[in-house]
């Protein structure tokens, strides 16, 4: 993963430890030729639906290192499972207030999926873009694309 984004995470996972909220890094830069292996077994599972599911190989966020992926632990309980994260709203919650003092923002927000090229919201996928603009972007509910085609970048 890139230097800054890795240094902002452990921030972001020690402010939210002291909070007692425990989050575990899952995925962070991922190679295409992984992205590959992941698409092609994704693909068995969900079929034709897979790109709902995760980013076409090549065009993963996880590929350029400022991208990843937390689960969760609750008590002796491992959540991890993406059923399971969808169902711990309120930790979520929690966790999604601290993001932007730390640079990220959660890459596909809810109802913004058609301008993320058909990408789910997954609340445990986000990206560091610099306090700044996380800050701007989490205050008017702004995507990354949104947010560029505004400041004309
Ligand atoms: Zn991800």
């Known amino acids: 993963m890139e230097k800054e984004t ?5 921030a972001l ?32 599972k969900y079929g034709p ?12 966020e996880h590929h350029t290192g400022l991208a990843l992926d937390v689960f969760l632990i609750d008590g002796d309980k491992i959540i991890r499972d993406n ?13 999604h207030k ?6 990220f923002i959660i890459s596909v927000l809810p109802g913004k999926e058609k301008i ?3 990408l789910a919201y997954e609340p445990w996928h986000y990206r560091y873009v610099g306090v700044g603009p996380a800050r701007v972007m989490a205050d008017r509910g702004l995507v990354l694309k949104e947010y560029l085609t505004e400041f004309h970048m």
């Open 6 to 10: 890795l240094a902002h995470y452990d």
């Open 13 to 44: 996972r020690k402010e939210l430890l002291d909070e007692g909220i425990d989050i575990e890094l899952d995925s962070g830069y991922r190679s295409v030729e992984k992205q590959q292996e992941l698409w092609d077994r994704f693909s068995k």
């Open 49 to 60: 639906d897979v790109g709902k599911y995760m980013a076409v190989p090549g065009y993963s």
């Open 83 to 95: 059923d399971d994260l969808f169902a711990a709203k309120d930790l979520f919650a929690r966790v």
């Open 98 to 103: 601290r993001l932007a003092d730390h640079g």
């Open 116 to 118: 993320c090229e058909g």
